[in-house]
């Protein structure tokens, strides 16, 4: 019977820091925002992904204890910011260097860049003490001289598949978009029967994909994801090294999961598409949908019920078709202060602490929500409001969701 791998392994990314490991013969692992490798072969070195420009000068430290040779060939995954922000950086120390990358690269990365402000608030809630600890770690270890954040222009771009030979050892570049990006690629050590995959099923592996992650990104395609999937499962690698934490090993295990991951994100597409068409509503089948015991994977990164919404509004769009006033500019707390003046804040903090008692969370949180965008919240309000995100902070397993409700009970309490 199937032990899910999710439950073993850890789910949150963390920047790099010092260290690493050889995780088979020739293949070395930094960990960071982003797993990066060194692969040695007898004419040079194999680099996958840069890490983020702060953490590029801590990823060499690290490579540099495994081998010193120079590195002929840069890999890029995915043209997020923790791939590509240090491939100027390691191109100053190896100036041969050629990038490799999927042929959507340059609109991915201009895609990030034009919306880098707008991404970086968004994503402060959960990222920014992380960046406050290392920082500090760095300091500590006399890392103090950062490169600029690079938006490289990779020398290689591969449409299809891009193969090569280095020091006898054969690699298979394949493009193929996946959960987190539309140019991602993946490398094939075909004699080794190695993967790397990169975050191409998503941050942690054995998890459902975001399909939408919260801290504001374009909804991903679930059978694009599935494709992916299905493509990297037809390798049959006996290990994959992945975008973050350890590789994992054993080609039934691989097999196992992969088979499970894909009947997941399956199950829930076609129950979303299935119920679009019965017409039930969006929140009935964020509510129904539930994957069963034999394709049980994690939600530590993306939730099912949230992948249930990205799915119906990546077919459906914004419009629910639930109140002519979402055709219009004017939302619905535009008349919260006259809702609290006419019913008053007294009995709707009264009618909140109903529902939490009732265990009406939700409930509870719409009431409080209208008095809060009135500026009428009670400091008894206040305190009911931070009680009720404890309690669903308790029941969360999900690094976007803990790091939401953290980041609120934080606001409540300044």
Not at 152 to 176: A, C, N, Q
Not at 257 to 267: K, M, V
Not at 270 to 291: D, F, Q, R, Y
Not at 327 to 351: C, F, H, Q, W
């Amino acid at each position: 019977m199937r032990d899910p791998i999710y439950k073993t392994r850890p789910i949150e990314p963390n920047p790099a820091r010092l260290g690493g490991k050889v995780v088979y013969e020739d293949i070395f692992l930094s960990e960071a925002f982003s797993n990066c490798y060194l692969i040695k072969t007898s004419e040079g070195l194999i680099q996958i992904n840069a890490g983020m420009a702060i953490e590029a000068p801590v990823i060499k430290k690290n490579f540099d204890t495994f081998s010193a040779d120079q590195v002929a060939y840069l890999i890029l995954t995915q043209g997020h910011v923790d791939h590509v922000g240090g491939v100027q950086f390691f191109r100053d120390h190896n100036p041969k260097m050629k990038v490799i990358a999927g042929s959507s690269n340059a609109e991915h990365q201009n895609y990030e860049n034009r919306l880098s402000q707008f991404r970086a608030n968004r994503s402060a809630f959960a990222f920014t003490e992380k960046f406050l600890e290392i920082f500090k770690y760095y300091e500590e270890n006399n890392i103090t001289d950062f490169p600029a954040q690079d938006a490289p222009t990779p020398d290689i771009l591969i449409e299809d598949t891009f193969s090569f030979t280095l020091g006898k050892k054969k690699f298979e570049v394949y493009s193929l978009p996946g959960a987190e990006t539309n140019d991602s690629v993946i490398v094939w050590m075909p004699e080794e029967e190695i993967c790397f995959t990169g975050n191409i099923f998503g941050c942690p592996f054995g998890h459902f994909p975001n399909l939408f992650t919260i801290r504001g990104d374009r909804y991903r395609d679930p059978l694009v994801v599935l494709e992916a999937v299905e493509f990297v499962k037809s390798l049959e690698p006996k290990i994959i090294m992945y975008g973050h934490h350890d590789p994992v090993i054993g080609k039934q295990l691989i097999a196992d999961e992969l088979s499970a991951l894909g009947g997941a994100i399956n199950f829930v597409h076609e129950k979303v598409v299935s119920g679009m068409n019965a017409g039930s509503t969006l929140p009935e089948l964020m509510e129904s949908i539930n994957l069963p015991a034999e394709i049980e994977v994690g939600e530590g990164y993306g939730k099912v019920s949230w992948s249930v919404k990205a799915i119906w509004e990546y077919y459906a769009g914004w419009f629910h078709h639930q109140s002519t006033t979402e055709l219009y500019n004017i939302p619905r707390n535009a008349i919260s202060d006259d809702l609290v003046r006419m019913i008053g804040t007294e009995a709707m903090e009264v009618k909140a602490k109903d529902n939490f008692t009732e265990g009406k969370y939700q409930e509870a949180l719409h009431f409080l929500d209208i008095l809060r965008e009135s500026g009428k919240l009670s400091a008894a309000g206040r305190s009911l409001y931070a009680d009720i995100l404890q309690l669903l902070l308790k029941e969360a397993d999900n690094f976007w969701l803990e790091s939401w409700l953290k980041e609120e009970i934080n606001k409540l309490k300044r």
